[in-house]
C-alpha cells in the first residue's frame, strides 16, 4: 500500500473530533488555522468556538472594530493574529464583496496568511493541490524519508514543500494534508514516537536506520532577548487610573499602564522617573511610591523573555483623562496586565 493511502486509512480511523473538522467554509477554517499558530488544538477549540460566537461570519468580522476584536482576543496572546484577521477581513470585504478568494496566490497577498495558511484553506475548502507544511509534517517528513536539512531555517521551506506537494499530487489534498498532520501530532510525535505500531514503520527511513531521535535536525536557536518593562501605575482613592495605547510590537494597539523600560532590572525609581513618565498626563508633585510585586514576573515570548515590575504612584488629586476602574475592563490588555488589573484594581 502507498504511503498516501496508509496515511489516510490511519486519519480517518485515528483522527480527533474539531469543530474545524466539520466544515469547509473557508472563513471558519482560517480562523481555525490562525488559532492554531501559536496554540494546541484542544485549547484553540475554547477560542475558535468564542470568536465564531462574537464574529460568526467574515463580514460580521469586517464590520466590527479593531478594538472589540482584539477584546474578544484577550488572554490569547500573540496579538498580532487578531489584528491580521481583522485588517484581511475588511480587505476581503472591501475589495471581493467579502466572498473568500479560492486563489492561493491572492490569499497569500492578505496580511497575515502566509503559505501555510493559504495552503491549508485552498487545499481543504476548494481542493487545490497546495502542500500544507506545519512543524508536524516536517517531523513526519524529515523522518520519514531522511531528510537531513535544519527545518528551522527559511531556506528549507522549499524542498520540503516540494516534497509535499509531490505526496499529495492525485490524492484528496484537504485529506492527505491533514492525515499528514494529525499523524505528526498523535504518531510520529517529538519524543518517543510509536514506531512500533506505526503503518509507515517499513519505509521509514529513520526506523530503519535507528535514527528517530535525530531527525528533524534543527540548527540552533537564535538568542533570546532579554526586556525589563516597568509599568507605572497611577491611580487616586476612587482607583481612578492612566492607561495608554501600544503603538508598537508584540502588543500593538493593546492597553498598558504607562511603561519605562530599562536596560536591566531595577529596584528602585526615582520620582523625578515617575514625574517624567506621567509628565504627558498629569502634572503630579505629592504622591507615594511603592512597588507592587514583590519579585519581577516574567513573560516569555518566542523571542524575548520580559521581566515586569508594577510601580504604584498614589495621588489624592482627582484628574482629566483618567479611566475608572469599573471601565478598565473595557479595554483590551496583554495577559499579565489582565491578571495585575484582576487583582490590583477589580478585587
Ligand atoms: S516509524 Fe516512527 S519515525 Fe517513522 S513515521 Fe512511524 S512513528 Fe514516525
Known sequence: ML??????SWYLKNKRTFPWRKTKDPYKIWVSEIILQQTRADTGVLYYNKFLKKFPTLNK????TEQEV??????F????????????????????????????????????IGDYTA???????????EGVVDGNVYRLIS?????????????????????????IKGFDPGLLNQAMMEFGALQCVPRKPKCNICPLKRVC??????????????SEKKRIKNRFFNFIVCHNSSKETIIEKRETGIWKNLYQ???????????????????????????????????????????????????????????????EEFIDKENLINYPMPKVLQNFREKFFLC
Do not use: M
Open 61 to 64: 468580522l469586517a464590520k466590527s
Open 257 to 319: 499602564f504607562p511603561l519605562l523600560e530599562t536596560k536591566n532590572s531595577v529596584k528602585k525609581i526615582s520620582r523625578v522617573q515617575i514625574i517624567d513618565i506621567l509628565k504627558k498626563y498629569c502634572k503630579i508633585e505629592e504622591f507615594t511610591l511603592s512597588k507592587w510585586n514583590k519579585k519581577p514576573i516574567r513573560n516569555i515570548l518566542s523571542h524575548q523573555q520580559i521581566e515586569i515590575d508594577f510601580w504604584v504612584v498614589k495621588i489624592d488629586e482627582n484628574l
Open 119 to 129: 495552503s491549508a484553506i485552498v487545499s481543504i475548502c476548494f481542493n487545490v493541490s
Open 3 to 8: 504511503i498516501q493511502t496508509k496515511l489516510i
Open 205 to 218: 527511513f529513520s526506523y530503519e536506520n535507528n535514527q528517530t531521535s535525530l531527525l528533524p535536525f534543527k
Open 70 to 75: 482584539l477584546k474578544a482576543w484577550e488572554g
Open 143 to 167: 523522518r520519514i524519508f531522511g531528510i537531513r536539512d535544519a527545518i528551522n531555517l527559511y531556506s528549507s521551506k522549499r524542498k520540503f514543500k516540494e516534497k509535499v506537494n509531490s505526496l
Open 77 to 112: 496572546g500573540y496579538y498580532s493574529r487578531a489584528r491580521n484577521l481583522f485588517h484581511t477581513a475588511c480587505k476581503i470585504f472591501e475589495e471581493h464583496g467579502g466572498k473568500f478568494p479560492s486563489d492561493f496566490k491572492t490569499l497569500k497577498s492578505f496580511r497575515g
